[in-house]
């Protein structure tokens, strides 16, 4: 079976071809410029691969209700040229296969619970904390849908009570994007994080504002893992801090052998996948198609 | 069809008959004394009605693990006589019908969903706002269950600027629950909720907790209504309040018609089925069996 994927990025757009187990056999990486030039290129990679179905997992926000006239469309994103833009329309266009669509940090969601590190699972959530914080969830083994789709990196968490940062969400100032993913970071202290290595106080913040998210998301989604990427996330002195304010917080109240000191390294988690996450997750919906 | 019902609370167990309809025939409410006398009286209603099989929503925390050897049991409560009881295995020894096992809280949402307020749709929350703040939450057409069942009440949210309230939840002081449950109200301000309706404060400082609480379900679970119900959700000005508080604190970051000041009366709204909402749910679990 050869199944195409893209992860659709704000930055890149990473194609690959894979096939039922997960296994990659090509990809390339395909900067994000205008839609004409980037899906071009896209379409260009595909068009001899003779692939029989297609995931795609796109940054947001984007229509996933299958009943709606702009279904597969990238919907309100600031990003210009991108706005209203039917990426999977186009895409079919000139593959003539079927398509999975879902974001991107639900495919990476997906990809970890096929093969990464929530194997075996019916229920995980995938964190990316990088220039935006987005997470992706299945429950009960589906893919997390609603009204929309979530968008767990802008819930509201409270202020360290050193940190006089205003935040730099455009929507919220000091939700958890605006205080905690790489720009916040960047904004607050003047350095990106990969320079901000050795300051602790740096890391302290960090762990109090996604800590708090992970309470939040265990007391309304009690997932069975929880896994955190994302460039901020390649600093992994951020896990062991990060696990133990969640259990402090908790304070015994979710009563559950994995959220206990001895367990709780096996719980939340670096990806399983490392940052093919999201390409296998793409290749994971595209495998729902065939079956 | 004659289905069972129970809605087993920590102040009484309601008990009842109904069809696949909703239809309830008949209704009791027995106190919850020890489980010895409450569930010997529960048994005796049960015993010669000709049901073909059982719902149950309760209070908990409860194990829902079906592969679990305490599946079936209320287990960490602090409730006295009823911790690590096995109230499925007790009903079973004298009601010999297949029993469906949930949350009080998921009981209400799946009642709502089936019958009332989110009646045709695929996902809803239903909150209780009363001597707890319970959620059950239904997503693609599933009861949200996970590594244990959701605890939402639970969630960390910010302070009002003026509250200097403590909190009165014994594990996390100030977390949602501490902060808004009936008996926090009580605490807080020296009355019970009943006798504040006219102090604009009192429902103020409630709209500003249950709103963040409203906004980070939202982001998290995306629900397509959510009901809200309970003792305190008596005091029917809340509604208004509660609803502006989650449209400002979006900011227009989730876009959807329902999500508007046209529709959201629409979208956050009192139960469908009124205080027979837990009932009717566990009527709609025993319907499960059936299919
Ligand atoms: N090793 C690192 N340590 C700390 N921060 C990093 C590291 N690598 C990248 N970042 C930060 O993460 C953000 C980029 O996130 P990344 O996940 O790489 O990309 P994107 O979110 O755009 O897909 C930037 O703000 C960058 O400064
Ligand atoms: N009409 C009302 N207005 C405000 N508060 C109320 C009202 N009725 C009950 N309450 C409060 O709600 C709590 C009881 O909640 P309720 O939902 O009736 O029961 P329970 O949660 O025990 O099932 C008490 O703290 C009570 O003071
Ligand atoms: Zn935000
Ligand atoms: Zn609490």
Redesign the interface.
């Known amino acids: 079976m050869r199944l195409g994927a893209i992860e659709a990025g704000g930055t890149k757009f990473i194609c690959g071809i894979g096939d039922e187990n997960g296994v990659v056999f090509e990809r390339i990486s395909i900067p994000t410029t205008t839609p004409e030039e980037t899906i071009g290129q896209v379409v260009g990679f595909f068009r001899d691969k003779e692939i029989s179905a297609m995931g795609i997992g796109s940054f947001g926000?984007v229509d996933l209700d299958k009943n709606s006239e702009t279904y597969g469309y990238i919907?309100?994103t600031p990003k210009p040229h991108w706005a209203q833009y039917d990426l999977v329309g186009e895409i079919q266009k000139h593959i003539h296969v079927p398509v999975a669509f879902d974001t991107d940090v639900n495919a990476a969601a997906f990809g970890e619970l096929e093969w990464g590190a929530a194997k075996g699972l019916d229920?995980c959530i995938y964190m990316t904390v990088g220039t935006g914080i987005g997470?992706g969830a299945i429950?009960?083994s589906?893919?997390?849908?609603?009204?929309?789709?979530?968008?767990?990196g802008?819930?509201?968490?409270?202020r360290h009570p050193e940190d006089h940062f205003e935040g730099s969400c455009p929507?919220?100032k000091d939700c958890l994007e605006g205080m905690a993913a790489g720009p916040a970071l960047e904004k607050r202290w003047g350095q990106k994080g990969i320079e901000l290595a050795g300051n602790e106080k740096v890391w302290e913040y960090q762990a109090h504002y996604l800590s708090?998210a992970l309470?939040?998301?265990?007391?309304?989604?009690?997932?069975?893992k929880m896994v955190l990427g994302g460039g901020v996330m390649k600093q992994e002195q951020l896990f062991p801090l990060i696990r133990k304010k969640v259990l402090d917080?908790?304070?015994?109240?979710?009563?559950?052998p994995?959220?206990t000191e001895e367990n709780i390294q096996d719980f939340i988690v670096p990806p399983g996948l490392g940052d093919n996450a999201g390409l296998c997750g793409a290749i994971a919906l595209a495998k729902t198609l065939q079956q």
Chains 1, 2 share one sequence.
């Not at 802008?154 to 409270?158: E, K, N, Q, S």
């Open positions: 926000p919907t309100s229920s997470v429950t009960e589906r893919l997390l849908h609603g009204l929309t789709h979530p968008e767990m802008h819930i509201l968490v409270r929507y919220h708090q309470v939040n998301y265990i007391l309304i989604l009690s997932p069975k917080t908790l304070n015994g109240y979710v009563q559950h994995q959220l």
